[in-house]
């Protein structure tokens, strides 16, 4: 045990981090009762989005999640109509394609950004050439390998939706993600590098379909004196308050991604020597925003790890360590981490969906196994990637109003976990 008594305020993984600008813009929308869903909030903060990312529309939506259903809607995917998903992220990812009846099939991660692999992408493609759709997302803000993906989705003529829900503000290949999909998606929820409180965008570069999200966002109304409806409509657009908060935010994202980055670093750096490696990204080619700080333990410094669906277990061993030993210390002494998101073909909600590595081992071992928590987790060997990733990683507290010292100490909690 490290001598530091737990911190006194709570430290996030991370939480918002407001700094007055955005109160200006909402009392302006208060003072002028411009409340609603119209308004100049609204208008300049898609404005503020285009700009940043460099895309021609801009919606703003109540949530990411509602970004991610019209997006599928757009992509036109019907009942049974497959749709190729990243296995290794958050469930709003995937649960939209549920929404309109389509079957995610799920694909394996890369240990290169442990986001979407090429490789079984296009293996999937080779299975399934007529799937219409391909839904990626860029996990803890760093990009997926999206050139590649793209150029695989335009030669089976199959629509790419980008999740840069969490990766705002990140470059690929000189380009900022959310540009990469015909239509793309971020959010402004709570937990992400700038928020709204809630909120969300949908983001792509052709005219028409901007104008439908925008029409199916507010109720699907035709243009008629009564309330006069063609398709089914929703109620998904962001309030003129709402985006008060998103466009005093975005003056600071710059400022946030430095920070994120700064934390990152300083956790790379103060980890050094122990037997892990920082959640990575290709430095030719990519610039992360750094929203997550996540580290990954070395297979042979995994000290026996069990979980169910719900309780983990793991037994101590000498210089080892696991993320439930880590989090459960961090935890003691006031801080948040996160196991790493829980891969999507292992969720009991999507049992029963298909799951497409690219590694060839996975082929003798039973999904049953896998499912079950009994792989072995110390051998890489015969795990798919992003089960592997799961069992091995773990998210650190990544707060931007986390100081220095805080830090400091975060790095001494973690260093303990393997001494003894
Ligand atoms: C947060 C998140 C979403 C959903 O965004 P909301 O605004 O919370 O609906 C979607 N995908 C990923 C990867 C996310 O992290």
């Known amino acids: ?62 949530s990411g999640t509602a970004a991610l259903h019209l997006a599928v809607k757009l992509a036109g995917i019907k009942p049974k109509d497959k749709v190729f998903c990243s296995d290794l992220t958050f469930a709003a990812t995937v649960n939209p394609v549920m929404y309109e009846k389509g079957e995610p099939v799920f694909i394996d991660s890369e240990y290169d950004t442990w986001n979407m692999d090429p490789k ?37 003529h199959a629509i790419l939706i980008e999740d840069a829900a969490e990766s705002l503000g990140a470059v690929y290949c000189g380009r900022q993600t959310g540009t990469y999909g015909t239509y ?56 003129n308050i709402v985006a008060g908060i998103g466009r005093g935010q975005m003056q600071h994202l710059k400022e946030h991604i430095e920070r994120k980055e700064e934390i990152y670093f300083r956790y790379k750096k103060g980890l050094e020597g122990l037997p892990i490696t920082m959640n990575p990204y290709p430095q030719e ?26 309780e983990a277990l793991y037994v101590k061993e000498s210089g080892k360590s696991c993320p439930t030993e880590i989090l459960e210390t961090l935890a003691k002494y006031n801080a948040e981490g996160r196991p790493i998101w829980k891969p999507m ?17 996975y082929k003798n071992i039973m999904k049953k196994d896998i499912c079950l928590g009994i792989q072995k987790n110390n051998s890489d060997k015969i795990s798919d990637v992003s089960s592997d990733l799961f069992a091995r990683g773990l998210c650190l507290p990544s707060d931007i109003k986390m100081t220095k010292q805080q830090q400091e100490t975060v790095i001494q909690i973690v260093r303990g976990c393997f001494e003894k």
Not at 32 to 57: D, F, H, I, K, P
Not at 230 to 236: I, K, L, Q, S
């Open 1 to 62: 045990m490290i001598e530091t008594t737990p911190f006194e305020t709570r430290l996030w993984l991370s939480s918002p981090t407001m700094h007055g600008d955005e109160q200006q813009y909402v009392k302006k929308a208060f003072d002028t009762n411009w409340v609603s869903t119209v308004g100049e909030n609204l208008e300049q903060l898609e404005e503020a989005v285009c700009r940043q990312v460099g895309c021609r529309y801009a919606v703003a939506l109540a």
């Open 120 to 156: 079984a992408l296009k293996q999937a493609f080779l299975q399934y050439p007529d799937t219409k759709a391909v839904i990626v997302a860029n996990l803890y803000g760093t990009p997926a390998k999206l050139t590649k993906i793209r150029e695989l989705c335009d030669q089976h």
């Open 184 to 239: 793309n998606i971020i959010s402004f929820n709570g937990n992400k590098i700038v928020t709204c409180s809630s909120g969300g965008m949908l983001l792509t570069n052709e005219e028409e379909a901007a104008g439908r999200v925008r029409k199916w966002s507010t109720q699907s109304r035709e243009n008629a004196p009564w309330y006069q409806h063609e398709e089914t409509g929703y109620n998904y657009r962001m309030s």
């Open 285 to 310: 080619t990519a610039k992360p925003n750094f929203w997550l700080s996540c580290m990954l333990i070395d297979s042979s410094a995994m000290c026996r790890q069990v979980r169910s669906d719900t």
């Open 345 to 361: 073909h292992l969720q009991p909600t999507y049992h029963h969906n298909l799951f497409i590595t690219a590694k060839k081992e």
